[in-house]
C-alpha cells in the first residue's frame, strides 16, 4: 500500500490530515469537532479504531478543537511537544498519562514502518512544528502556518516526493480586506500565515530537486484567497522562475475547507 495520504480539511477553520502507511495510520490535527473528524475520515473509509496516533503541530483552535474528544473515545497517544503541551493543556480535558507523550521539535521517531519528523516553523504559537514523513522510500512534507520559510524548512522540505503547502492569502485581498490593521499586520508578518506569492517562490526554489510530483495549496483564507486565484499566482511565480509545472509531470493541488482530498498513494 505504500505511503498515502488524504487532507481532509484544510483552512483557518480546521485542519486535519490522515497519513496511512501499510503498517500505521496517524492523523495530524485535528481541527474540528470529533464528530465532524470522523465524519471526513468516514468518508475516506477511515475509522478512529484505525488510528494509531495523533500528532499535533500547534495549540491554535483551527488544528486541535476535536483533539481531546476524540482521543479520549479511541484511547489514541496524542504526539506534541512540551511547550504545545502546556499551551493546549486546558483546552484537550482529561488525557490519561499513557496518551501524553512528548516528542521534541527537530526529532524523529518511528512507528511501525512510518518515520515521522518534526520540525520548527515561524508561527505565533507556543512551539509550532511542521512533519515529514516517511514510508518505503517515499517522502511527504506538511507545511502549513508558516509565517516566512525560513532555510531549515526549506532544506526539511528537500527531496518531498508530495508537498502540502500553505498559500494562505491574496496580499491584496488582505490589505483591501475588512480585518482591523493589527489582525492584517499578524497574518502578513513572520509569525503568522504565508501568502500565495511566498508559496510560490519557497516552491521555485524547492522544485529544483526534482523529486516534487504533487504540491497541494493548504490552509487557503476564505476571507482573502480563492483556490483559482493561489494556483495563478503560484504557477506565475513558477513560470517566472522558468518551472512549467504542467509540462514536468508536476502538478498543483487542491484542498478544501470542508470536505477531504482523494487518497494520494505518495510515490519516490
Ligand atoms: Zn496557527
Ligand atoms: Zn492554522
Not at 488524504?6 to 474540528?32: F, H, P, Q, R
Not at 470542508?258 to 487518497?263: H, S
Request: aromatic letters at 6%.
Amino acid at each position: 500500500m505504500g505511503l498515502r495520504f488524504t487532507v481532509l480539511c484544510s483552512g483557518s477553520t480546521g485542519n486535519a490530515t490522515v497519513v496511512s502507511s501499510s503498517a500505521a495510520t496517524v492523523l495530524v490535527d485535528v481541527g474540528l469537532s470529533a464528530r465532524k473528524i470522523e465524519e471526513l475520515m468516514q468518508e475516506r473509509e477511515v475509522s478512529g479504531s484505525d488510528l494509531d496516533a495523533i500528532f499535533v503541530t500547534h495549540e491554535h483552535s483551527d488544528h486541535i478543537k476535536g483533539l481531546g474528544a476524540l482521543a479520549r473515545k479511541y484511547k489514541l497517544p496524542i504526539y506534541a511537544n512540551e511547550k504545545t503541551w502546556a499551551a493546549m493543556h486546558k483546552h484537550v480535558g482529561e488525557i490519561g498519562d499513557e496518551q501524553r507523550k512528548i516528542m521534541p521539535s527537530d526529532s524523529a521517531m518511528e512507528l511501525f514502518d512510518l518515520r515521522i519528523e518534526s520540525y520548527g516553523i515561524s508561527h505565533d504559537a507556543a512551539e509550532p512544528v511542521g512533519y515529514c514523513f516517511e514510508s518505503g522510500g517515499a517522502k511527504l512534507s506538511l507545511a502549513t502556518d508558516l509565517g516566512y520559510v525560513s532555510d531549515r524548512v526549506m532544506s526539511q522540505l528537500k527531496n518531498s516526493n508530495v508537498l502540502v503547502l500553505e498559500s494562505n492569502h491574496d496580499v491584496n485581498m488582505l490589505r483591501m480586506g475588512r480585518y482591523p490593521w493589527n489582525i492584517k499586520r499578524r497574518i502578513l508578518g513572520d509569525t503568522g500565515h504565508l501568502s500565495n506569492e511566498a508559496a510560490g517562490e519557497a516552491l521555485r526554489a524547492l522544485l529544483t530537486d526534482g523529486a516534487t510530483r504533487r504540491v497541494y495549496l493548504a490552509h487557503l483564507s476564505q476571507e482573502h484567497n480563492m483556490m483559482e486565484l493561489a494556483k495563478m499566482t503560484v504557477s506565475n511565480v513558477l513560470e517566472d522562475g522558468g518551472i512549467f509545472y504542467q509540462a514536468n509531470e508536476f502538478a498543483l493541488c487542491e484542498t478544501h475547507y470542508d470536505k477531504p482530498t482523494p487518497w494520494d498513494l505518495v510515490k519516490s
